[in-house]
C-alpha cells in the first residue's frame, strides 16, 4: 500500500456520494478524471488502483472500468493498519491547511491543549502549525476543491496522529461520513 491509494480510494467515495447527492446516476470517473481531481499521475492512478483490487479495498463493478471501495475493509485499514503503514511525526512550524482536530470536521469536536496546531504545509493558506507530512504531496491541492475529500483525509489524519480519544473520535466521525451502505 501507498499513501496515494487511501488518497484515491477516499476520492472514489466522495465522487460517488457527491454524485448520488445531486441525484445523478454514477457514471463513474476516469483515470484521467482522478488525475486531475488528486494531482497524482495516470500512471500512479493505475498502479494504485490494481493495488487496492488486489488488496480486496476495492473490487471492480459490473459496469467495465468503475470500481467499488470495500468500504468496511478501508474503514478497518484505517483505524487499525495506517497508523502503523503511515505513521506522523510532527515537524517544524510552517503556513499550511489544518488537519486532524484542528480541521472544520473535528475542530469543534476535539479540543487540543496548545496553540499549535497540525498542518499539511503549503505556503498559500492562512494559518501556521506543526507541520504534517501528508499521505501523498498533492493533497492540499485535491482538498482545495473537494470538502468532503478534505474531511475524510483530515479524519484520517487524527486517526494516525491522534491519541486513544482523538482516534476514536476520528473513526466514529469517519465511519458515519464514509459507512457501508
Same mark, same amino acid.
Given at each position: 500500500?501507498?499513501?496515494?491509494?487511501?488518497?484515491?480510494?477516499?476520492?472514489?467515495?466522495?465522487?460517488?456520494?457527491?454524485?448520488?447527492?445531486?441525484?445523478?446516476?454514477?457514471?463513474?470517473?476516469?483515470?484521467?478524471?482522478?488525475?486531475?481531481?488528486?494531482?497524482?499521475?495516470?500512471?500512479?492512478?493505475?498502479?494504485?488502483?490494481?493495488?487496492?483490487?488486489?488488496?480486496?479495498?476495492?473490487?471492480?463493478?459490473?459496469?467495465?472500468?468503475?470500481?467499488?471501495?470495500?468500504?468496511? !475493509? %478501508?474503514? @478497518?485499514? #484505517?483505524?487499525? &493498519?495506517?497508523?502503523?503503514?503511515?505513521?506522523? /511525526?510532527?515537524? $517544524? *512550524?510552517?503556513?499550511?491547511?489544518?488537519?486532524?482536530?484542528?480541521?472544520?470536521?473535528?475542530?469543534?469536536?476535539?479540543?487540543?491543549?496548545?496553540?499549535?496546531?497540525?498542518?499539511?504545509?503549503?505556503?498559500?493558506?492562512?494559518?501556521?502549525?506543526?507541520?504534517?507530512?501528508?499521505?501523498?504531496?498533492?493533497?492540499?491541492?485535491?482538498?482545495?476543491?473537494?470538502?468532503?475529500?478534505?474531511?475524510?483525509? !483530515? %479524519?484520517? @489524519?487524527? #486517526?494516525?496522529? &491522534?491519541?486513544?480519544?482523538?482516534?476514536?473520535? /476520528?473513526?466514529? $466521525? *469517519?465511519?458515519?461520513?464514509?459507512?457501508?451502505?
Amino acid at each position: 500500500m501507498k499513501g496515494q491509494d487511501i488518497v484515491l480510494l477516499l476520492k472514489l467515495i466522495s465522487f460517488e456520494q457527491s454524485t448520488f447527492a445531486n441525484g445523478d446516476t454514477n457514471p463513474g470517473i476516469t483515470v484521467r478524471g482522478l488525475e486531475r481531481y488528486t494531482g497524482i499521475s495516470k500512471s500512479e492512478v493505475n498502479s494504485a488502483l490494481h493495488r487496492c483490487v488486489r488488496s480486496g479495498l476495492a473490487t471492480p463493478t459490473s459496469r467495465k472500468r468503475n470500481l467499488s471501495v470495500n468500504r468496511q !475493509a %478501508l474503514l @478497518d485499514f #484505517i483505524h487499525y &493498519g495506517l497508523p502503523y503503514v503511515f505513521p506522523v /511525526a510532527p515537524a $517544524e *512550524l510552517t503556513r499550511g491547511i489544518p488537519t486532524a482536530f484542528a480541521a472544520p470536521v473535528l475542530n469543534k469536536k476535539i479540543f487540543s491543549a496548545g496553540k499549535i496546531i497540525p498542518v499539511w504545509p503549503d505556503p498559500t493558506a492562512s494559518e501556521m502549525g506543526e507541520a504534517i507530512k501528508p499521505l501523498y504531496h498533492s493533497v492540499t491541492l485535491a482538498v482545495k476543491e473537494d470538502d468532503r475529500l478534505y474531511a475524510y483525509l !483530515a %479524519l484520517v @489524519d487524527a #486517526i494516525r496522529l &491522534g491519541n486513544a480519544r482523538e482516534k476514536n473520535t /476520528a473513526t466514529v $466521525e *469517519l465511519r458515519k461520513a464514509i459507512a457501508p451502505r
